[in-house]
């Protein structure tokens, strides 16, 4: 039992608890505002400096493009710099294997603003690389040209990540323009090999443990929402397995009215393989393949049902009128928590426009899996390898095979009970005035597990851009609405999360008071 | 009966006869030392030309070389002229339709020398364009720059056609710079959309049919003999028809990660389609393809045995180590006489080294079909539709497919007992020493069949390109040793052809007499 005395002492100390909450909530309250107000009003300004990131051609899958991401990760050092941040241009070892050839790969960047140890830290991770564009492959804007439509900004990296890494360090300048003290400490840490793979990022990390290990919180926004309007909290993503099947017949390429019916034709047995690896109904036909996939619980299953999707508005984005399912649940679970078989093509064969009459000598299909917890990739890699081999030996074709598995990034999910998915909510709730979804992605980041293995800190994906933003595609936009409001609910994030944390801090002093 | 004084006279007419004979076989020999000895000694000139024509990348497979095709068209006429030829450069009507676009084709060439209604016409056929070829595609050497490596001319369309259509131009040569009458009247038709399947040439035959009336043979010298050292005459070849299958999905190429296992991949339905074609034996999977093949009678099998065929050397050639059957006779007869079927390649598709972790929203397949005789262009056309919409209903997609025949050309096959294969068969036996190999080809040319179809005159292909030519490869060449005797196996065989066609003409003027 507790003394009288101790509990009016406690009373009152819980009274003025409350008065100074309500002083500075009105005080919270402006900061927010004024934020807000100077994000609107600069908005014009954030949108060159996209154009200007836009302009560079920071393609990481071609190779002879090296040279622009380099170009691009100055640009992005300078920018932190010109914020105050300590900037390392940190090298990256590894080299990248292509065709025999060593391709050095392009530095990243590990950056902090100063350091207050009684703040929190939140570590935001984004890359500065693209996909492929050119104009020829059915852009109806230059790739490379920023431009605005109907409030859209279409360019290739506008959503994927330039807009999005763009919006954090927008973020950051704004509150260094107010004269605003930020309420966290702040780190980046900015790639450009995230399209090929992040190709020797996991070893920088593991080299740079220091950096990472007065961190409280990472954050990636490197994907998108569900929908065009509903914002989305991301707390899983599958993996990603690229395969290259290599069938090699004689020393050149044929004339196929020359030997045609009597030579074992490398394409005859590549399509065959090919052709054996996924059904029309997209179920994938690689024996085993499905047996580390967890199964889906009832709980799991609940957490679908608040999920905000609308069908026809999904279609729409995507430019396809029939999917393989029609109802939420089913597209859901088969993105997300299901793995897929995509084929994407065929190198060595004849790929242009018109009529070659080759029996082509040597070709490699390319195909990925998107893997889920908790398939293994060891075990995905020795499967596909095992019935390839298998369906091949079938044709019994003197031809040679050759599978290599080109890359291989494992699935991540994390608890959504962390502190940061509730600052981000309210973050969001304010911006936007609703509740995120509480979403996956089929996508793969493979950072977000690899950041969450390495440091074991809590992982935690914010996106911004829409469910429209064609990401890879020819199409590739983020409107300037998210662009814009995607800056702010970073800010407001900063601000929640500092409130989150410091009130769990005291929670845990008040616990030891009690 | 017959009186005496009738015999009597026969016989001294008879023996005038032989007199005359062996005085012209002396003179004859001598013409033909003459003509053998000039070729040899100017053969380096020769080989100059060909490098000259080599040179222009008269490519009919990329629209943008079109200019270079008119070009070689040109450079062709002016040759023709230089030798007292009367060239019509002769404008092609029908345009191109590439993706909507209407681009013009290049003008061929009818030549004629001057005409002795005494002797007989052979009209030579050739074209001047090549297929692709460029350095990255694993050539050795320049393509378009012809190269000599111990005996060898290496270079595009040195075999394929631009060599023997020099060797009859340097044969009219020869015989003008020997001051020799030719005894024969020579007519030429270039070409320089071959490679493309001979676009608009059909129309400008039929236009020209009065050129062609007084055409008696029609010699063709586009393909090469069965091996490397041993010559041959080609009395048949295949058809080609090729095939175009798209499969559209939606209207842009998507994320595999965003979109994989939720989407109807059009390239999952087209690898399908591609896989149900040709079975790994070679056999075409295509209901009633082989329904109008003609059937293989003991005679015609008797043919083959002859031949002579080292299939060790064919498999050095060819650079292929095992081919699907193991003896002469069923080799040939595969690559004759039955259909084969060659997917060549997918246009849409990832095609580059590397990964891209794509969903092509639009595929075309291609493939292409060998047809013998009686196989009917028309049927092969509705039963590849009928079983690739078959195939294609099986998967329930709601893709789009469309199947279009892009070029078809017949079969074609002679006579051999024709006046002209003997005369070859006598030139070749001067020149090489021996007998040639009557072979047939299982590559296409269509003019072949069209000029027979058209201008109902014995046609026959006289190749001198060896079996090692590499048509179409990264390897294309010819050697020096079978251009310059090419060059001279055409001079004699205008020597046999005039005597032969004479000789013919007297054994009509005695059977009347007699």
């Known amino acids: ?35 807000f107000e100077y994000i609107d009003s600069h908005q014009d300004q954030f949108v060159k400096t996209l154009k200007d990131w836009v302009a560079v051609e920071s393609d990481s899958i071609q190779p002879e493009l090296r040279k622009e991401i380099i170009r691009m990760i100055e640009k992005a050092a300078k920018h932190l710099e010109d914020l105050g941040a ?55 804007t230059e790739p490379y040209n920023l431009t605005e439509i109907s409030g859209n900004l279409y360019g290739r990296g506008a959503s994927d990540n330039k807009g999005p890494v763009l919006a954090w360090i927008n973020t950051v300048a704004t509150f260094k323009e107010l004269n605003i003290d930020i309420p966290v400490n702040i780190k980046f840490l900015l790639e450009g090999m995230e399209e090929a793979g992040s190709l020797g990022l996991e070893e920088l990390i593991k080299e740079n443990k220091a950096f990472f290990s007065d961190v409280d919180y990472i954050v990636i926004s490197d994907n998108t929402w569900l929908s065009n309007n509903k914002p989305a909290l991301t707390y899983g993503t599958r993996g990603n397995a690229c395969f290259a099947v290599k069938v090699e017949g004689g020393e050149k390429d044929l004339h196929s009215g020359a030997l045609g019916g009597i030579v074992h034709e490398p394409m005859a047995d590549l399509i065959a393989l090919l052709d054996s690896l996924v059904n029309s109904s997209g179920y994938i036909l690689i024996p085993g393949i499905y047996d580390n996939v967890a199964p889906l619980t009832h709980e799991e299953r609940k957490l679908y049902e608040p999920i905000t999707f609308n069908l026809s508005e999904y279609k729409d984005n995507v430019g396809v009128k029939t999917f393989l399912y029609n109802n939420k649940d089913e597209i859901l679970l088969h993105l997300w928590r299901f ?61 040679k095979l050759t599978v290599s598995m080109q890359m291989g990034a494992m699935p991540w999910i994390a608890n959504i009970n962390d502190l940061q998915y509730k600052a981000a909510g309210k973050a969001i709730k304010r911006v936007f005035g609703k509740d995120p979804d509480m979403i996956r992605d089929g996508s793969t980041i493979p950072i977000a597990r690899m950041l969450q293995d390495i440091t074991k800190k809590s992982v935690m994906m914010f996106p911004i851009g829409a469910a429209d933003d064609g990401e890879h595609s020819q199409k590739e936009k983020i409107s300037r609405s998210n662009y814009i409001n995607g800056t702010k609910v970073f800010a407001a994030f900063l601000l929640e999360i500092s409130k989150l944390h410091g009130e769990s801090l005291e929670t845990s002093n008040l616990k030891t008071v009690t």
């Open 339 to 399: 793995p897929s078989l995509s084929i994407h093509g065929i190198e060595g064969a004849f790929h242009e426009s018109g009529i070659k009459t080759v029996i082509p000598s040597r070709v490699i299909g390319k195909f990925s899996i998107r893997q889920v917890p908790h398939m293994n990739l060891t075990a995905v890699e020795s499967q596909v390898k095992q019935h390839l081999e298998d369906i091949f030996s079938r044709r019994k074709s003197p031809n």
């Open 86 to 140: 300590t900037v390392k241009v940190a090298e990256i070892s590894t080299q990248q294997q292509l065709d025999g050839q060593n391709i050095p790969l392009p530095p990243a960047i590990l950056a902090n603003l100063k350091k207050d140890p009684a703040k929190p830290t939140v570590c935001f991770y984004g890359h500065v690389d693209v996909m492929p564009a050119k104009k020829a492959d059915g852009w109806e």
């Open 1 to 35: 039992m507790r003394s009288p005395a101790i509990v009016e002492i406690f009373h009152i100390f819980l009274i003025m608890l409350i008065l100074d909450e309500s002083k500075s909530s009105v005080l919270e309250e402006q900061t927010f505002q004024k934020i």
